[in-house]
């Protein structure tokens, strides 16, 4: 371990950003709030700007560890205790400066706040709370904060922060006991699962439980008045590093939105930066690949009616890395199709490849006024070369439609060939980082 004293806050910014690359943050705020015309800054629940990371994550905020020191040795993790790399640590003051300076040049709206743990949970979330508690009350600032949790911080701390931060986060890592036993052997379920439990339920008392750790009583009072975590919670799932299959990613998924009602769940392609030999090798030719088609099938999940049953079965465990995973679903079931864009409801609409929420809701809303043709489909935001193969329109199809599994399948891969393509060569946009823009502004 590489210990620097009298670091200034440039340097520790340049390590703890660097550390902080791995949490995946690219959602929108979900909460609305004004300062009043008392503070600085406001948030707005879609107005968190997204810029890319080197390896094509989309972030957001500044985004920042408090500490990448650490008492856990993870071993997914670049800044586990065994690890020989650069340490730093902020002070809750440094935080706040940096993220009122950086407000005021308009480089960032708002804070994504995570850290490695210093002698305990507590002890770190402690020096978190201090951090947010300045920002709200020494400085006023009214913008956005997304703080992630530690697992095995007390009840009573996660409630303080809960009144202070818009978004909290607890990482879920692996999605098996197993894999966490085995990579994370210092976090366990029940200390994961716990903080979750409490964010999704509010504020409260806890009773010991067998399941998932805890469970809570409200209570009455101060929750009823005070917003706690209002934006609500996300987790994050690292993929590649475990042999779970796709199936059981998606499947602890749909748990998470039905179970702990999440806003997000993330999906973080394994990257060995570790680079020795207790580090697992990755699972499948190309991880951001399978990245992807987890975070489309995510999509359907979420707004589109789709169920993990539909998608994936456990003799069909994985996704087809050539067609996405709804185009898939409509090779797979051609008895459904075509359908008639004249009478079908919105749910059945969602189901056709090139018709999505927007597009559907136009159908459904301009339907009402006239007949619909293929120019009008075009111009509502369909995309016809995937969905002229799957509808007709008024009784007619935009070309002879040959319902063929093979035939369908070629032609959509065909299309989707380019941006498969751009993911596996990886050729994304570099992120411009603070440090570019003090050079270049």
């Known amino acids: 371990m590489q210990i620097q004293k009298n670091m200034s806050i440039s340097e520790k910014l340049k390590i703890l950003t660097d550390a902080a690359k791995y949490d995946v943050a690219c959602t929108s705020s979900g909460v609305d709030r004004g300062n009043g015309g008392k503070g600085i800054g406001d948030t707005h629940a879609c107005g968190i700007c997204h810029s890319f990371s080197s390896d094509g994550r989309c972030i957001s905020l500044l985004k920042i560890l408090y500490t990448n020191e650490c008492i856990y040795d993870c071993k997914y993790c670049i800044n586990r205790k065994s690890n020989d790399v650069s340490r730093a640590s902020f002070t809750p003051d440094e935080i706040c400066r940096l993220t009122i300076e950086f407000y005021r040049r308009n480089y960032i709206e708002g804070l994504f706040l995570s850290s490695g743990i210093l002698k305990s949970p507590d002890y770190t979330m402690n020096l978190i709370y201090e951090t947010l508690f300045q920002l709200r009350n020494k400085y006023h600032f009214y913008g956005y904060i997304h703080v992630k949790v530690i697992p095995g911080t007390s009840p009573a701390l996660i409630e303080k922060v809960g009144f202070l931060a818009d978004r909290m986060s607890t990482n879920l890592e692996l999605p098996t006991k197993e894999s966490l036993r085995h990579l994370a052997p210092n976090k366990t379920h029940k200390n994961i699962l716990a903080p979750m439990r409490q964010i999704q339920m509010g504020t409260g008392n806890l009773i010991a439980s067998s399941d998932d750790g805890y469970h809570l009583v409200a209570k009455s009072g101060r929750q009823a008045k005070s917003k706690f975590v209002p934006a609500g919670q996300s987790t994050q799932m690292i993929i590649g590093a475990t042999p779970e299959t796709d199936y059981q990613l998606m499947t602890v998924t749909e748990y998470m939105y039905k179970e702990y009602k999440m806003k997000r769940v993330f999906y973080s392609a394994f990257v060995n930066v570790n680079h020795n030999i207790d580090a697992p090798a990755p699972v499948g030719p190309n991880p951001r690949l399978r990245e992807h088609r987890l975070y489309q099938a995510d999509w359907l999940l979420r707004y589109y009616g789709f169920q993990v049953k539909e ?7 994985n996704f087809n890395v050539v067609l996405d995973p709804k185009c898939d679903w409509a090779v797979n079931h051609l008895e459904r199709f075509p359908i008639e864009v004249m009478r079908a409801d919105y749910y059945t609409l969602l189901r056709v490849p090139g018709l999505g929420v927007r597009s559907a809701k136009r159908i459904v809303s301009a339907r009402r006024y006239g007949i619909l043709d293929f120019d009008a489909l075009k111009k509502m935001g369909v995309v016809l070369k995937r969905a002229a193969y799957f509808i007709t329109c008024n009784g007619k199809s935009l ?43």
Do not use: G
Request: no cysteine; net charge neutral; proline share 4%.
């Open 311 to 317: 998608l994936l079965n456990e003799k069909h465990p």
């Open 399 to 441: 070309f002879p439609l040959r319902m063929e599994q093979n035939y369908i399948a070629r032609a959509l891969a065909a299309d989707d060939r380019k941006k498969t393509f751009i993911i596996e060569q990886d050729t994304t946009y570099r992120q411009m980082t603070f440090m570019d823009l003090e050079v270049n502004k």
